[in-house]
């Protein structure tokens, strides 16, 4: 019987070589993409997980800044120019720490010592001015030092001076610590200052991403 010699050894060797460099070049390429599936982890975890901050202020409105331009009211009812439903408005205030403002009328002053930061409300009417539970559409600019670090709030207000009435606000962004903000702002009525102006409480509930 014949034994037949074993094939030269060389062609494996090649194939095995070959076989590393592939892997030896696909190895970072590897590790890049595990790294990048990492960070997307890190970055769906951080959002599906925001922050949460909660802080209460009060607000004196100052009666001297309210400038308001009269509206005719409605298009199929017209009346004269007045503070009748459309009528816009801007006013300012002050801004103090919760629980400095004290429920009543007549109470509180804008100019107070204490002050915290400024308050400035932009709207309109949603009802006449003489209506028991007159109501506003407005937009809330909270400054803290200036309008780099500031926030924003916008929603339905109503019941102008009146104690004790509820509204609820959406906060639409901020700068400064309150950049990304969002979340819900919840306004209640204290009664009047020594302008005649409202004072409110605003508790902030927001959840930075």
């Known amino acids: 019987m014949c034994l037949r010699k074993a094939g030269p050894a060389r062609p494996r060797i090649l194939m095995e070589d070959r076989m590393k460099r592939t892997l030896n070049f696909f190895r970072p390429l590897l590790a890049l993409m595990l790294i990048a599936i990492a960070m997307q982890i890190g970055i769906v975890t ?15 409105v100052d009666h001297a800044t309210f400038s308001i331009i009269p509206s005719t009211g409605l298009v199929l009812n017209p009346q004269a120019p007045g503070p009748n439903r459309g009528t816009t408005f801007i006013v300012d205030g002050a801004v103090f720490p919760g629980g400095t403002l004290e429920k009543g009328t007549g109470l509180g002053d ?54 004790g009435v509820i509204t609820h ?41």
């Open 169 to 209: 606000r959406t906060i639409i962004g901020g700068t400064g610590r309150f950049q990304g903000a969002e979340g819900e702002v919840v306004q209640e009525a204290l009664g009047t200052n020594v302008g005649g102006t409202p004072n409110i409480r605003l508790t902030f509930t927001i959840l930075k991403h």
């Open 110 to 163: 804008p100019a107070q010592p204490g002050a915290i930061g400024a308050w400035s409300c932009k709207g309109f009417f949603t009802s006449d001015l003489a209506t028991e539970d007159v109501g506003f559409n407005t937009t809330q600019m909270f400054q803290f030092g200036g309008d780099g670090d500031a926030i924003w709030t916008e929603g339905l207000e109503a019941g102008l001076g009146k104690i």
């Open 46 to 60: 951080a959002h599906a997980d925001p922050k949460e901050m909660s802080f209460t202020v009060d607000v004196a």
